[in-house]
């Protein structure tokens, strides 16, 4: 029992890991990326913003 203790233990530090070393920071990208993308294809498309 003690094992799989331990096992359960690793499994989530391996995926606290996983979610806040390399996802959260390439989902952060990937969303600011795609919104700076839609920004300038708008422009291209619609002109710049009137001021």
Do not use: H
């Amino acid at each position: 029992m003690a094992e799989n203790g331990a096992q359960t233990k690793r499994d989530e530090r391996i995926a606290f890991i996983l979610l806040a070393v390399f996802l959260a920071p390439a989902l952060s990208v990937a969303i600011v990326g795609g919104y700076g993308f839609i920004v300038w294809m708008s422009q291209i498309v619609l002109g710049p913003p009137a001021g």
